[in-house]
């Protein structure tokens, strides 16, 4: 089953945290350089040119180092694998939610998939499908104020997996709408890591397939939440 939730912290994660730290800290080197250059009254100042750049720089420098730091400590813990609730938390890229007995056929009506994603602005990312039906759909939302992917997928099994790459004081077991749900919170003092939750819209049954419905955004678990609720239809 191919989606974006089975892809963990690997080296394309890293290397997003490492870019986006890398703007910040070159964003904040010019913010400083203009302040520092503007009166109280909007007019330029005279000032030495090394000091202000040095100061900026030195400041963001501490937060690259604190959000350094702050990744060290994360991977020092063991990653937890084993059962929390109706979650089976397994290795990076071996759940299998859906097991698809034959040659997958293609699903072509994704609008009329019960998985169908209805949010503004969502683009289709990545999809599954299995002798004809979608298994699992992706999709990013550009409009949201940070990286945003959500999804919507298929399970068999009685417990659904999930490849959650973070040590066990990261993943809380919560409600979202009434369903259970597990949360993957950021790591503490980074504030471009990622977070996310999956919720167990519905669970599997010999009528139906069960559903999972998850959002994944930049340290704002809260936005991931209203997402899976906007699109589980839950009254806010």
Sequence with gaps: MKSFL????????????????GILLAAGIALGVYLATQGGDGTSEAQEPDQPTATAAAGQGDFVERLEQALAADRAKPRFRGELGDFAIVDPNTSNNYPCPERAQPATDIAHSELYISLPGAVVDMVSYCQGIFTSITALVPAAPSETIVGRGYFLAPRLELNAEAPEDRLKLITVGGKPALAEVPIPDCMVCPSQVVVIERFPSEAAPGIFTWARTTNDLDKAIALVEQIMGVQQ
């Design 6 to 21: 089975g892809r963990s912290w690997d080296a394309a994660s890293w290397r997003l945290v490492a870019g986006v730290a």
